[in-house]
Nanobody, 125 residues
Framework: VQLQASGGGLVQPGGSLRLSCVASGFHLDDYAIGWFRQAPGKDREGVSS????????EYREFVKGRFTISRDDAKNTVYLQMNSLKPEDTAVYYC???????????????????WGQGTLVTVSS
């Protein structure tokens, strides 16, 4: 099982980025996928998740209306479209595989068993 996250970079406030998470070694529709982030000196926090079984999406309040999670089954890839980025969105972003298909308690890192390597997002002018 592997997860490969990419798409991070430097962007100005108000800008956009799209993160990708390519999954291999398992069927994407068997497990929910979550995106987390970790800023320097802070705990890892859940950002969004998608139940690839039924398509249910979840977002933390601080990204609602700005971020959109989606999936492409043909490419076994989950995306995180990030718009209207703010300096406080600066962090390393990780994708992870949930232990189940529906992403119950999706915001808890302990319920994910495989993690991508992380991709750095820096929002700065």
């Amino acid at each position: 099982v592997q997860l490969q996250a990419s798409g991070g970079g430097l962007v100005q406030p108000g800008g956009s980025l799209r993160l990708s998470c390519v999954a291999s070694g398992f069927h994407l529709d068997d497990y929910a996928i979550g995106w987390f982030r970790q800023a320097p000196g802070k705990d890892r926090e859940g950002v969004s998740s998608i139940s690839t079984r039924d398509g249910t999406t979840e977002y933390r309040e601080f990204v609602k209306g700005r971020f959109t999670i989606s999936r492409d089954d043909a490419k076994n890839t989950v995306y995180l479209q990030m718009n209207s980025l703010k300096p406080e969105d600066t962090a390393v972003y990780y994708c992870a595989k949930h232990i189940g298909p529906y992403g119950s308690s999706w915001w808890l890192p302990a319920l994910y068993d495989y993690w991508g390597q992380g991709t750095l997002v820096t929002v700065s002018s």
